[in-house]
């Protein structure tokens, strides 16, 4: 049974930081592209960043130099490292795992509530 956990959201003040984590388990995790997308209220689901088995990183326009994606395939964990977080980063976050030729896993998500 595949499970994607997600930790690490909350409430914070902008400017502030937050690092989520998303636990797998269920998959072989070196071998999956890992990503964070986010969905606010009444909007569609956005990638916010990716991380291929390699290690090369792809990000949305909207976090690029304040966010950072990363992977500790020991740990079968992708970290999403925020920084400078505005308010407009306002979302549930939900980890993704991703294999060519195999359906997408999805995590619960976590919320991330950042205040003005």
């Known amino acids: 049974q595949v499970q994607l956990v997600e930790s690490g959201g909350g409430l914070v003040q902008a400017g502030g930081s937050l690092r989520l984590s998303c636990a797998a388990s269920?998959?072989?995790?070196?071998?999956?592209?890992m990503g964070w997308y986010r969905q606010a209220p009444g909007k569609q689901r956005e990638l916010v960043a990716t991380i291929t088995s390699g290690g090369s990183t792809t990000y949305a326009d909207s976090v690029k130099g304040r966010f950072t994606i990363s992977r500790d395939n020991l740990k079968n964990t992708v970290y999403l490292q925020m920084n400078s977080l505005k308010p407009e980063d306002t979302s549930v976050y939900y980890c993704?795992?991703?294999?060519?030729?195999?359906?997408?896993?999805w995590g619960k998500g976590t919320l991330v509530t950042v205040s003005s």
């Open positions: 269920g998959i072989i995790f070196s071998t999956n592209a």
């Open positions: 993704n795992a991703h294999k060519t030729n195999r359906m997408d896993y």
